[in-house]
């Protein structure tokens, strides 16, 4: 199955920075088949990118996605209050689909 | 709106079953499968089994092979994972997720927790 490896583990931010997140994989993930989810605290994760770099719905311009095969990127542009929260890539191209262990952004 | 609400918190003993359930509605329900994936404390998300709403056909990750039945009532539009021979290490919250090849609306979750 493919392995995705998410850094960094932690990344502690102020509200107005922007957020790099890490996510590779073990082997190529085909047709750019990667998702980005967002997770707060007794919530369920919510979509926000799929295809590597496609918004979801009603999902705010400064959240962005890109990459293609072994390495992918989330970029937060400006973090905001409401974005403090645990990410996870997911590749949904190769069975077992599979999702990395996670980014805390968490508040500096 | 496209909802999928599931059924409330389990606590099961070592060695049985539990199964939970997942109300669609919102949506033409045979028109999309639906995915569990499964989050233990403090661990990553981990995708246990998909069904296809439309015809029933179910795939399995080969970790959860032979223990986790998916089912579907179209009449109630509604999917059903049981799990069954329930160790500890099962104690988990469980989400039914909808497929659009990703997952584009989740469920609430349900705690499944495992306990003599």
């Known amino acids: 199955e493919i392995v995705l490896t998410q850094s960094p583990g932690t990344l502690s931010l102020s509200p107005g920075e922007r957020a790099t997140l890490s996510c590779r994989a073990s082997?190529?993930?085909?047709?750019?088949?990667l998702a980005w989810y967002q997770q707060k605290p007794g919530q369920a994760p919510r979509l926000l990118i799929y295809g590597a770099s496609s918004r979801a719905t009603d999902i705010p311009d400064r959240f962005s996605g890109s990459g293609s095969g072994t390495d992918f990127t989330l970029t937060i542009s400006r973090l905001e209050p409401e974005d403090f929260a645990v990410y996870y890539c997911?590749?949904?191209?190769?069975?077992?689909?599979?999702f990395g262990q996670g980014t805390r952004v968490e508040i500096k | 709106q496209v909802q999928l609400v599931q059924s409330g918190a389990e606590v099961q003993k070592p060695g049985a079953s539990v199964k939970v359930s997942c109300k669609a509605s919102g949506y033409i329900f045979t028109s999309y499968a639906l995915h569990w994936v499964r989050q233990a404390p403090g661990q990553r998300l981990e995708w246990m089994a998909w069904?296809?709403?439309?015809?029933?056909?179910?795939k399995y990750s080969q970790k959860f092979q032979g223990r986790v039945t998916i089912t579907r009532d179209t009449s109630a539009r509604t999917v059903y994972m049981e799990l069954s021979s329930l160790r500890s290490e099962d104690s988990a919250v469980y989400y039914c997720a909808r497929d659009t090849n990703y997952m584009d609306v989740w469920g609430k979750g349900t705690t499944v927790t495992v306990s003599s």
């Open positions: 069904i296809n709403a439309g015809n029933g056909n179910t």
């Open positions: 997911q590749q949904y191209g190769t069975s077992p689909q599979t």
């Open positions: 082997q190529s993930v085909s047709s750019s088949y």
